[in-house]
Each structure stands twice: as C-alpha cells, then as structure tokens.
C-alpha cells in the first residue's frame, strides 16, 4: 500500500478489532506523549500514532484508507481531507483548466452530486485592529474614540448601485443566478462546470442607470472616528466586537464584524497577574523591625496597612479584594504587596549613636551572623 501504513504504526495487523485498536493506541500515545517523553522526535511520533488512531478507529475512515490508502487523508482533497484518494497526488482541486476533480472522482466512487458554488450574498470578512489603552482606564472603564474604515451600505441605492436603488433588470445571460454553465473537454471527456457570469459579475442583475451617490458600486467607503466603551476589568488581548464594522459582503451579503484587541499600556508600579495586583513597597529597616502602620496605594485607592515587626525583605502581604472587579461577575482578586526592605546608606550623627547603642546591646553570641556560623558548622 502506498503512502502512510497505519497498521504498522500502530503495530497491530489489519485484521485488528477496534478493541486492539484502542489497546495499541493507549500504550503508544503514553509511551510518546510530550509530557512524558522528552526525546527528540517523540512529539512526532505521538501525532504519527494519534493520525493512524483517527483513521482506523472510525470505520468509515478506515474502509476507506484501506481501498486507495492515505492518500484519501492528504491535505487539499475536495472533502477537507477526506474522501479524495487524489486530493494530494500533485494537482490542485480546480486542476486542468478549472474543471474540478473532486467533482469528477466523486461521481466515479459512487457520488454522483456536482458541488455548487455560492454565488449568491455572502457575509463579508471579519477584521481585527488594536486600540492601545491606559493601565488604570482598563480597570475602572472608560469611553474611548479610535478612528475606523469600512464599507456602508449606499443609503440612496440601498446596496443595488442602481438610480433609485431599482434602474435594473435581470441578467439575460445567467437568467439572475450570478453564474453559468460551461462546459469544457477534459482528460476524462467533457464536463460541465460553473462560472461567474462575465456580463454580471456574479450579481445577477444589469444596472440601466448607475446610483450618482456610489458610481453603481453600492456601497460608499466611510472613514470616521467611532466611540466605544472600555468595560471596567478587561485585560490585555481582549477583544470588543462591534457588528458590521469589518469587510464588505459580496452581492448584497452584511458586512463582517470587527474585533477590538485591547493593548494595555503598562503601570509604572503596578503589575497586573489576572485579577490580581503585585505591588513592590520600600520600607526602612527600622520600619521592618518595629512595624508601622502605612497607606499603601491599590487600584481604588489608598488604604491602611499595618507592616508586622519583624518583616523580612521580600515578604509578601495579601489585602484581600483590593485587586481588579472580575469584568463578568464583579467579584475582586487580590492585591499583593512585596516588601522591599531598603538599608539608608547616610546616617545623621545621632542616627549613628542610637543604632550603636543598639550593636552593643546584641550580644555577640545572638547575632545574626553568629548563628548562621553556629548553623554552618554544625
């Protein structure tokens, strides 16, 4: 058989019931799995075996790979990679002229039905743009305007590009379906596709008298600054959908949507993790040692925080929902604040005198680094 033999890499032969199928698969997928398996090539392998497990599980599939192989299952075919036993053989699935294989082989294995093509309105493309927005606008929301293109409807012709939205009349060629048949000599015979129609374009309709608004194209390229609202708690890479902002349809069809990707513009002191706030607050070491009582800033405002004696550089303190409103259920996370202990490296005269005072009341024997040495050789 040419082309992939997932028998073999499963290692079970054809005649497997599913049950060895399934048995085969487990034991390979767990044997591969990148998680587990970090050697080169393992990764490969483990979408080698999940390929043949796909394929030999589901009956149909597997009927099928084991008539024309896998090539059935190459990318390109006519059926998204299944069906085709030459969807991947070298030729595009419009080859020889436009003619159609998909359509021809699918009629020669029991088909029959030719594919019609869509010439009728379509929905147009949905487009993405990006609005950069203020750390602190992010949480608490705010109204933003950002400028923004697309394609409207004509109001004058409503969509038809024609003097008064109705100066046309059907298309004689096509008969207003937007496409003809034409039939074209192949390697197999002749055969009969379908075409935009070239005196309609495609829209089924001639235009008499072209709209003066849109020049007959219906619709009219509009360039304008548009207001959106920021909701409070969005987060970087977000999105906002405004509807029928995006591309332009085809032939009458809406326009697409256009996404707002939110880009959060950095806090110099707050770090955001979710809901959650990280923020590093200095303090003295004498602070540290004796605590005191602070107003730290959140994304609220200020509140009182009382630093424990005894606080330790780097110690973390939680303020329990003083983090960000959840943008859907409004309940806070967190706000974690990081203690940077800070050493002053210029001391007033009586700052040195008190702070001796202090050395000489630590007894050599409980100093710091005595116990670390004691610690040390132990």
Do not use: W
């Not at 906002?240 to 939110?262: A, H, M, S, T, W």
């Not at 939680?318 to 604040?337: A, F, N, S, V």
């Not at 800070?342 to 009586?350: A, D, E, H, N, V």
């Amino acid at each position: 058989m040419a082309g992939k033999d997932y028998y073999a890499t499963l290692g079970i032969p054809k005649t497997a019931s599913k049950d060895e199928i399934k048995s085969a698969y487990r034991k390979l997928a767990k044997k591969y799995h990148p998680d587990l398996n970090k050697e080169p090539g393992a990764e490969e392998k483990f979408k080698e075996v999940q390929e043949a497990y796909d394929i030999l599980y589901d009956d149909q599939k597997r009927q099928t790979y084991d008539q024309f192989g896998s090539a059935a299952f190459e990318q390109g075919s006519s059926t998204g990679g299944y069906g085709n036993p030459f969807g991947g053989a070298g030729f595009s699935s419009q080859g020889f002229g436009g003619v159609d294989l998909g359509d021809i082989f699918s009629s020669f294995f029991g088909g029959g039905s030719r594919r019609q093509q869509n010439f009728g309105p379509q929905r147009g493309d949905d487009t993405l743009s990006r609005v950069r927005v203020n750390f602190m606008d992010a949480i608490n929301g705010r109204k933003v305007t950002f400028p923004v293109e697309y394609d409207e409807t004509c109001s004058s012709c409503h969509g038809t590009g024609a003097r008064n939205g109705s100066d046309f009349h059907t298309c004689s060629k096509c008969g207003g379906k937007g496409y003809i048949n034409v039939q074209q000599r192949s390697l197999f015979g002749v055969m009969e596709t379908q075409q935009v129609c070239p005196d309609c374009h495609g829209s089924g309709k001639i235009i008499s008298n072209l709209c003066p608004d849109c020049s007959g194209k219906g619709y009219k390229h509009i360039r304008r600054d548009m207001e959106v609202n920021i909701p409070a708690g969005i987060n970087q890479g977000q999105q906002i959908r405004i509807r029928e902002k995006g591309g332009r349809g085809v032939n009458g069809g809406p326009n697409g949507d256009l996404y707002l990707e939110i880009v959060i513009i950095p806090h110099q002191y707050f770090k955001r993790d979710g809901n959650d706030i990280h923020l590093d607050v200095p303090i003295s070491v004498v602070d540290a040692m004796l605590g005191k009582k602070i107003d730290v800033p959140t994304v609220y405002g200020e509140v009182e925080v009382e630093i424990p004696a005894g606080t330790q550089p780097n110690q973390i303190l939680r303020l329990k929902g003083r983090g960000i409103k959840d943008m859907r259920k409004g309940t806070p996370g967190d706000q974690y604040l990081h203690m940077i202990v800070k050493t002053p490296t210029k001391l007033t005269k009586k700052q040195k005198e008190l702070l001796g005072e202090f050395q000489k009341e630590e007894s050599p024997n409980d100093s710091i680094f005595a116990k670390f040495k004691k610690a040390f050789r132990a």
